[in-house]
């Protein structure tokens, strides 16, 4: 495996997804490429199909960008965040299902977690799975597929999918600290959730996941996507 592995700093938020996508050129070509990254303050960044005058609180006000990715908003500023391009074909995955698609991706992330000191697990092998609203923020609602504390049911990484010509990208936010702003001055109906951890030692632990063994394969479970 040809691994392209960046740890850059906090920057802003069209600059984060530009070179987010970049990563998918890199994937097309056969090489994995992540970055772990920060945000130079406060955004907000908004799933594809989200809108802005729906989704936030006052658009005009706010440092917010598109993402690339499905899912909800995120705040971010006070999480480390994973850009993730992998060439499926690469998972070695028998039927290539989107569902299986994010078990193999979001793995490594979850054993990065492990290693410091943070009990992720997805929530379907806890009894957390379910918890909260659906609303337009992403960390308000822990769904079976979501990374959460083990032992709380907090939910500790939001991912964030896009499949495009046999390569998928991996968005993810793991809040590590208090928030920046209230995460309900900037998103319509937010909810105050995230668990301080030491981040120091995360890319290495990420890049140590991605590298060793075989991808592991998932298992024949159903899984909800939001």
Not at 21 to 43: H, K, N
Not at 46 to 73: C, H, I, M, Y
Not at 111 to 134: I, K
Not at 183 to 193: G, Y
């Amino acid at each position: 495996m040809v691994l392209t592995f960046t740890e850059d700093g906090r920057l802003d938020g069209p600059t984060n997804m530009r070179r987010d996508l970049d990563l998918i050129d890199r994937a097309e070509s056969g090489a994995w490429g992540c970055r772990v990254y920060g945000w130079d303050g406060p955004w907000v960044s908004l799933g594809r199909f989200q809108s802005p005058e729906r989704d936030l609180v006052d658009p005009a006000d706010t440092n917010w960008v598109q993402r690339p990715t499905g899912g909800k908003a995120v705040l971010h500023g006070h999480d480390v965040t994973v850009g993730l391009a992998v060439p499926i074909d690469a998972l070695r995955l028998g039927k290539r299902s989107l569902k299986q698609v994010y078990r193999a991706v979001v793995t490594p992330l979850v054993e990065a977690l492990r290693a410091c000191g943070v009990p992720a697990r997805l929530a379907v092998d806890t009894r957390y799975a379910g918890n909260g609203e659906r609303t337009a923020d992403c960390f308000a609602l822990s769904s079976p597929n979501d990374v959460v504390d083990e032992t709380t049911g907090l939910k500790v990484c939001g991912c964030a999918l896009r499949l495009a010509e046999g390569v998928v990208l991996l968005q993810a936010s793991l809040p590590s600290a208090r928030p920046l702003v209230r995460p309900e001055s900037v998103i319509r109906n937010a909810a105050l959730t995230y668990r301080e951890w030491d981040t120091t030692n995360f890319g290495r632990a990420l890049k140590e996941a991605l590298l060793g063994g075989e991808v592991p394969r998932a298992p024949s479970q159903t899984w909800d996507l939001i």
